[in-house]
């Protein structure tokens, strides 16, 4: 007979420790025994790319893909290091951060908030992801970004444009490089007012979301301030995907400037059919009837074909520019993909280095040391002339261009034209400006 | 008066889109009882033809022009469609400028083969199975067309325009005595209505006035009976999916211009003419026509700024708030038989 010291209270004990061990997420476990959530270990660091790689932006999500790769490479010290070479910063060596190989894992957001912050939670609590960015949505960046102040990693957002990123719904450990709706206001309206004049009547078609709103919001009041009248506004369904019942009744309403707040398949459609309908050919009031596509992306101008000849909206970045450090991220993307980076692409390869930098910068990758190491840090070299990442939001402040249509394109992706660099002085505002009202950056959460 | 009328007009429009999906979907229902989920994919596909014939049309050879450069500064290279080296610069560029309608001729075949794949392959297993079975298999094969078609033009839309004569709009109002602009319509949209009226008109005498025809009314009608006289109607219904699809294909063509395709423009379109068909009756054609056109001018004016400020959100909601009120008055639907759907 043997004598064992199993014992069923004992093994009931056992169990429940370890079921209740295993059933603990771990984002719990990891912050308990390490100082900050996803604290890297090893020899490597993983980064959590979060971007549509299905649904209507699938296309513009590749595209990041594919510049966070190239990001990746050279900061692993591959490739020909981009812009790297020419960022103000030289704390990246090309190996890796902090000595740490970067790996990288990617979610899908589908451009669905509830979808983008599952494939975020899975990045960080499965795959230790230190840091999330991406996106293409501001729906979505705004969803992840409160997710990631709750779990203690840094979002560095890719393409979200609505004034409430970085304004009521602002996050300490969120940070935007990206561009906005008031800054797409400010550097639209000097362009429009020497192009168009003083005395215009202009009707708005709006998508019904938080971008649209923010962007019809900051285009109305830099339109008015320069003596445009705003004659309606119309909220559009986003699903929306035949807009002539909602354009018809534009000219009969002694418009004269069409101002389309709509992004994506909306823009493509609602332009396309503000075109068909012959608005450009009309005179009304006496002028020339003009359309202004406020946020423009060279994605979407090839989905709406010619029809964007000559209409002016405004850009974050633009393949064309002739600075030397967006010719090095032109022939670097250029050279590994045939084609030149979008600005999707641009925005988020430029987050990933300066996330990368500002961990090598405070010597951590604790999120309170990053958001310390980026707030009020001012670089240049990124393509976007001077940049300050300002502390107050954390949003980035730097030159805006205006971009129009190109009559006679040379080649497919020569679609938009430069026709002014705005400077960041005339697009920055104040950090209690009331269209950012309302919310709280609050403090950085490293999830210890 | 002319908001009212031009809102009308817009409607006739998007309802022959409507009209011509839900005529293709309530003629398979009506033939081989099934409720085909797919067929919004079937008018995305004819969409395509377009993108395809487009593509192939504008087939380019490459040649250096060392004059120019290129995004890395490599000499550009300029490409020529085959077409117009083939048939000179102005004979060519007229050949693509004609693609859509020149694709209707390439989607005619290709619909009906796509639907006779469809009905051989995978439909005539489902035909004694329940509704719900019919809906899951047709909606997961929808689910795979759009994503087959995104893997091979991406996601975003493809621009493919209308020949330049039809670019434009014309100016109602002035005809009618009203001011300038105050009523326009685009050309290309006027020959999409034409165009409907036409496939619309071409279904219903083909199915009235051909012995073929009359036999696919009096299996809608009866199958058992029709099939005891010895006649083969199932190989007459088959025959009936294809020409739906080619309905829905020639549908999609068209449409091209008006919105550039995207891999998911025929589910937009599917639960609304689903809609169109069901308030206009199961299995109705009439029905569907109708309804087709009476929800898109509803649908246009629901988006009048006027209405919207009356009742916000009401274009959003007009089409389910109609159909649930026919329903409530009208079970079988505007125009519904008896028995069909009600075993």
Redesign the interface.
Known sequence: MSNSNVTRRGVLKTGTMVGAGVALPTIFTASSAAAYTNEPTGSSVTLGFNVPQTGPYADEGADELRAYELAVEHLNGGGDGGMMNTFSSKALQGNGILGKKVEFVTGDTQTKSDAARASAKSMIEKDGAVMITGGSSSGVAIAVQGLCQEAGVIFMAGLTHSNDTTGKDKKANGFRHFFNGYMSGAALAPVLKNLYGTDRNAYHLTADYTWGWTQEESIAAATEALGWNTVNKVRTPLAATDFSSYIAPVLNSGADVLVLNHYGGNMVNSLTNAVQFGLREKIVNGKQFEIVVPLYSRLMAKGAGENVKGIHGSTNWHWSLQDEASKAFVKSFGTKYGFPPSQAAHTVYCQTLLYADAAERAGTFNPCGIVEALEGYEFDGLGNGKTLYRAEDHQCFKDVLVVRGKENPTSEFDLLEVVEVTPAAQVTYAADHPMFAGGQLGTCNSGS | M??IL??I???L??GSAYALIALGLTLIFGTLGVVNFAHGALFMIGAFCSVTVQRILTLSFETVDES?K???GNP?KVKTPYVESWFGPETGAAIIDWSVPIAILFAIPVMLAVGYIMERGLIKHFYKRPHADQILVTFGLAIVLQEVV?YFY??????T?APDVF???FDFGVMLGFEA??I???Y??LVYFGFAALIIGGVFSFLQFTTFGMVVRAGMADRETVGLLGINIDRRFTIMFGIAAAVAGLAGVMYA????P?Y??GM?FLVLSFVVVVVGGMGSLPGAVLAGFLLGIL??FA???EV?SLIPGI??IIIYLVAILILLTRPRGLMGRKGVMEE
């Open positions: 002319d908001a031009l809102q007009l817009n409607g429009d998007k120019q290129d995004f890395l550009l995104k991406g996601a975003n839309p493809i621009p325009g670019k434009g709009s602009n105050a326009i319509y685009p290309w949209r211009p008006i919105n550039s995207n998911h423009m937009d649908e246009s988006s009048m700024n919207k274009d959003q």
